[in-house]
C-alpha cells in the first residue's frame, strides 16, 4: 500500500530495517462441521474485536456449503454486542465515512446486510464519537469492492462457496501476505511447551511470529525462560493479534 511504501523508504534511508505491513485482507473459511463453541465467538470476536481496526481482524467469510444454521448464531452474536461498553468508536470521522461507504457501495451492488451497524451510537454522552455497530454483510463475491479492500472496521462480508477448494482458492489469491505463515514456526527447533494452565502465558504477538529478526528474539526468550525452569506455555498456532486470549485465559502473569 502507499503507506507501506512510504514508512518503508522513510525508514530504509534513516538505515533501519523495516517490516512494512501496510494492509490486509483476512479470510475465515466456515465449513457445515465446524465445532460451534469455538466458531462463533471466534468469527464474531474477530471482527469485532478493536471495532475491526487492527491488521489481522477477519473481514470476509468463505461460507462452504450448507451453514445457514450456523450463520444465524453468528447474526444473533453479533447482534447481541453492545457499541460502546462491548465495542469501541472508529477512529476518527474520515475512517468511519470511508466504513459506511463500503457498505452503502456492496449494498448497491447487490449484496444484503444482514446486521447493519450504519447509525448504531450509544446515546446520551456519547455523541461525539465515530460509532458504528457490527456490520455483516452477505451474498457477496470475490470481486466485488468490499471483498477485496481493507475495509478496517466492524464488518465482514460472506461469499458462499461449493466446497473447502472454491474457498482455498479464494483465500490463496489473496494479494497480502499476513495471514498466510504459520504462527508458531518460531518455536521450531526449542523444548517450548504448549500453555496448558501454566503459571505464566508467553504471549508473542505477530511481530513475534512473522519478523524474522523478532523471531529469534522470541526464541531467545523463550528457551533462556525454559531453562531458568519458568513455568508458562505458549499459543503457538492458536495466538491471535489482539492479546484478547489473554483475557480470555486469565493469566497469572504475562512476559
Known amino acids: 500500500t502507499a503507506a507501506a511504501k512510504a514508512?518503508?523508504?522513510?525508514?530504509?534511508l534513516a538505515g533501519k530495517r523495516v517490516l512494512a505491513l501496510g494492509g490486509a485482507k483476512n479470510h475465515i473459511i466456515l465449513v457445515p462441521d465446524a465445532d460451534e463453541a469455538i466458531t462463533i465467538p471466534g468469527i464474531v470476536d474477530s471482527f469485532t474485536g478493536c471495532a475491526g481496526q487492527r491488521c489481522m481482524a477477519a473481514s470476509v467469510l468463505l461460507a462452504v456449503g450448507d451453514v445457514d444454521n450456523l450463520l444465524n448464531k453468528i447474526v444473533d452474536r453479533a447482534k447481541s454486542i453492545e457499541v460502546g461498553p462491548q465495542?469501541?468508536?472508529?477512529?476518527d470521522k474520515a475512517s468511519?465515512?470511508?466504513?459506511?461507504?463500503?457498505?452503502?457501495?456492496?449494498?448497491?451492488?447487490?449484496?444484503?446486510?444482514?446486521?447493519?451497524?450504519?447509525?448504531k451510537n450509544p446515546g446520551q454522552g456519547y455523541d461525539a464519537g465515530n460509532w458504528m455497530g457490527p456490520t455483516i454483510i452477505d451474498n457477496t463475491t470475490a470481486d466485488m469492492e468490499i471483498s477485496?479492500?481493507?475495509?478496517?472496521?466492524?464488518?465482514?462480508?460472506?461469499?458462499?462457496?461449493p466446497n473447502l477448494t472454491a474457498a482455498m482458492a479464494i483465500?490463496?489469491?489473496n494479494p497480502y501476505g499476513n495471514a498466510r505463515s504459520r504462527r508458531d514456526s518460531w518455536m521450531e527447533g526449542t523444548d517450548i511447551d504448549r500453555y496448558e494452565g501454566q503459571?505464566?502465558?508467553?504471549?508473542?504477538?505477530?511481530?513475534?511470529?512473522?519478523?524474522?529478526?523478532?523471531?529469534?528474539a522470541a526464541r531467545a526468550l523463550g528457551t533462556l525462560l525454559d531453562?531458568?525452569?519458568v513455568s508458562f506455555g505458549v499459543l503457538g498456532s492458536e495466538e491471535n493479534c489482539d492479546g484478547n486470549e489473554v483475557h480470555k485465559l486469565g493469566?497469572?502473569?504475562?512476559?
Open 96 to 119: 468511519h465515512e470511508r466504513i459506511l461507504g463500503y457498505i452503502d457501495r456492496a449494498e448497491k451492488a447487490g449484496a444484503k446486510i444482514l446486521v447493519d451497524g450504519r447509525g
Open 227 to 229: 531453562r531458568a525452569g
Open 148 to 161: 477485496k479492500s481493507e475495509v478496517f472496521g466492524p464488518v465482514i462480508s460472506i461469499i458462499r462457496v
Open 7 to 12: 514508512v518503508y523508504e522513510r525508514g530504509s
Open 171 to 173: 483465500e490463496n489469491g
Open 199 to 216: 503459571e505464566y502465558l508467553y504471549y508473542v504477538g505477530c511481530t513475534g511470529s512473522y519478523d524474522t529478526r523478532a523471531q529469534r
Open 87 to 91: 465495542m469501541g468508536a472508529i477512529i
Open 251 to 255: 493469566e497469572a502473569g504475562l512476559f
